[in-house]
């Protein structure tokens, strides 16, 4: 299996010149972040354009990732722009459609029954296109592409959020929808506003119980959710130099659940024993050759203040471990006030999961580092209070932990070892006992845990730390256990206490796999078929949405107006949905039901206004539609973030609905939206918000003169006949207008490939 040389030789070969074109032309010392955005500027993009966080810039990716859950929907689009072959190296991994019940095994071998139509699809397609496959079971995609494919100053995207992973490889990788994909995939240029620099200057060294994972729960309490929103975040410093490469990668992750456009690190020696490490000292032997243009300049790195929008510093010596949560990545609380914190607010103080794993930290690092923890378990005569699973992050990593002892350990504490996929982290389990609803609390290594994301309860408190930290919280079973200070009580009576975790970063024995997954595609897939059966509950063919008529939307009735935090689980939830992540009229029927309707404090029931009646989200919107009455999502702050699935954006589309509008936009959502044609906008006055009531209807007034950098009016007609004109906001420029037009960005790819 290649890692694509070639290409990587053609990057570094232009790489130089292109960054030292880019200095002179901006006249100043340049970030690592720039040098990689200048140098993959596409072919027609200008310098002179870039205006730090205003102007949207068009750019040449070197490679395209997909899960298996995004990809369907991704690769059905493809299939529309009439290419015979993908432009740029892609793969597509299958990783989301794997339930966790019982064990890998058994759950691997359900999962090929119960998604087989998927996957053969995905298999057929990637075959046909010139797409590397990735089996089921063959690992989660952001430890597969970490270990197989990122590189130093290169540019990637993917059709997930945290594709961001590769940043611990000094990559600028970005997560993105479907439709960006597809245009990369078809040769086309990929656009992105051009992104704001937040520096995190990271000072010390990392030790005893504070790991990677800690830097980013940290800087998470510190941004928010949405304060990383589009910026870069760059790390820095000699903090970030000693740490290994998948420990950037689980900050880089992680760099998701705070809104940023991307993270990453400049290229050190840990990142040239990790390529080394993973079969790739060609391409260690290309960085070091041009190794100082693959992290930022040295004054930059000096004097931070003037070259970042922002900087953050965090002394890693005085770092402490940290447990964020529940119900939101960004609530972070140092190990030590944990009891007292979850005391104060009724947090359930037994721990019934510990889960370790999942893309953000399924490292053999962080498997060695829980392991000793586990290993001071058994040697101690510490019986665990809590229940264990494992989600290893591929089979390599798999294999190299079975054949270093390290799944025998977690056996010995009954641990339940799941497939290498995704399984809890993004509601593929089937937890006995969710379907209660009954309060309680887990404890993972995962990256989110918002409200029913991993079992589908409400009242699942999860917990966000690092694996190590799980280890010890989930054997004494109490969350509010500080392992630096309390001791536990053994099988003995005695009491014993956790030493600090010990791991290594890469395998003493190097890393070792009989099978890794991976499914070359055909050199000419021009005979191979691509079978989608009519009458399928899974797949659908897709038909093009209609283009814009040119004319004002008038007579819009409101579908909800969600209140508070509105991600894309809340737009288009996961769990046992992603089955239906390929047949968009099966999924539509989740649209939005997860929001919480303003006026009622109610999910999934809103008025229907032809009957005034109170009903499910998607049943009223079909009505809707069926009597060709369009209507208006009315949203909160950052509306969309989270994931980035684009079915958010492509579901309320395909069901009628019209505009969005919203006080402010998640990144990605808000380009799923324009790709989609839909009309993602923005409240002028945010007060405006408390202007919508339940049986408004509403008109715009000067849409048919959309442009670029115009505001547009939008009336307000109320129940009581009184009616008002609010403004509203877009950043849609020439392009994009010309997407909502068409109907949709794909509609124009296939028109161009037409003529």
Known sequence: MAFDLDMIKTVYAGMAEKIEAARKVVNKPLTLSEKILYSHLHSDQKLEAFKRG?????????????????????????????????????????????????GAVEDLRNSLSASGEVFNFLESVSNKYGIGFWKPGAGIIHQVVLENYAFPGGMMIGTDSHTVNAGGLGMVAIGVGGADAVDVMAGMPWELKFPKLIGVKLTGKLSGWTAPKDVILKVAGILTVKGGTGAIVEYFGEGAKSMSCTGKGTICNMGAEIGATTSTFGYDDSMDRYLRATARAEVADLANEIREHLTGDDEVYANPEKYFDQVIEINLSELEPHINGPFTPDRATPVSQMRKEAEANGWPMHVEWGLIGSCTNSSYEDLTRAVSIAKQAVDKKLKPKSDFGINPGSEQIRFTVERDGILDVFDKLGARVFTNACGPCIGQWDRAGADKKEKNTIIHSFNRN???????????????????????????????FNPLTDTLTN????????????????????????????????????????????????LQLLTPFEPWDGKNITGMKLLIKAKGKCTTDHISMAGPWLRFRGHLDNIADNTLTGAVNYFNDATDKVKNQLTGEYGPVPSTQRDYKAKGIPTIVVGDHNYGEGSSREHAAMQPRHLGVKVILVKSFARIHETNLKKQGMLGLTFANENDYDKIKENDTFDFVDLDQFAEEKPLTLKINHEDGSSEKIKLNHTYNEAQIGWYRAGSALNLIAAKEKN
Request: include cysteine; aromatic fraction near 6%.
């Open 54 to 102: 205003k102007s949207y810039v068009d750019f040449a990716p070197d490679r395209v990732a997909m899960q298996d859950a995004t990809a369907q929907m991704a690769l059905l689009q493809f299939m529309q722009a009439g290419k015979k072959k993908v432009a740029v190296p892609s793969t597509v991994h299958c990783d989301h459609l794997i339930m966790a019940k019982k």
């Open 450 to 480: 918002f409200s029913k994301r991993a079992d589908g309860n409400p009242n699942t408190h999860a917990f966000v730390t690092s694996p190590e930290m799980v280890a010890a919280v989930a054997i004494s079973g109490d969350l509010g």
């Open 491 to 538: 099988e003995d009576g005695e009491q014993v206490k956790l030493d600090p975790p010990s791991g290594f970063e890469l395998p003493e024995k190097g890393f070792d796999v009989e099978d890794n997954g991976y499914q070359e595609p055909a050199k000419d897939g021009s005979s191979v078929e691509v079978k989608v059966a009519p009458d399928s509950k899974r």
